[in-house]
């Protein structure tokens, strides 16, 4: 394992608030509209989407010839270590950027937490991914990639 990152708990601490306030207000607007049966399952919905939300976690794993990429529970990507042309600290990303696996447009995807991140680049696309610590993990993977073509 290269890196693992998950969403901060100040992020997970507004993610909940809302929900739970959003929550609050389906509940009280059913009771006097007689669809409190309804509403209740649709709370349960909303709450087991917000907990996945919140424990999804991106990782970098690094294989013999390959380099995992993965926004855990949901999605993961195996990008052959011949293939990475760069790895570099990237500008830090929020909440405004959104959470798990993410088109940002011109063939860049992203697997983001929130926070420090690293530019992942190959011919094919290049990755915005979240990392706790963005030049060792950078450093990291070019140390991998390198290690290939030296064989």
């Known amino acids: 394992m290269i890196s693992e990152a998950g969403i901060s708990r100040g992020s997970q601490k507004v993610i909940a608030t809302v929900v739970g306030l959003l929550c609050v207000f389906i509940i009280v607007t059913a009771i006097p509209s007689g669809v409190l049966l309804l509403s209740t399952g649709l709370v349960a919905v909303i709450a087991l989407l917000t907990v996945s939300v919140l424990r999804i976690s991106v990782t970098i794993e690094a294989t013999d010839q390959n380099l995992v990429v993965g926004c855990r529970p949901f999605y993961s990507k195996t990008i ?50 979240s990392t706790p610590d963005p030049e060792t993990t950078a450093e990291s993977v070019l140390a991998h990639a390198s290690k290939l073509k030296d064989r």
């Open 80 to 129: 052959p270590l011949e293939d990475i042309v760069d790895a570099s600290p990237a500008p830090s990303s929020s909440m405004t950027e959104g959470f798990g696996v993410r088109y940002l447009g011109r063939r860049t995807w992203g697997l983001l937490v929130g926070g420090p991140a690293i530019v992942l680049e190959s011919p094919q696309r290049t990755w915005l991914i």
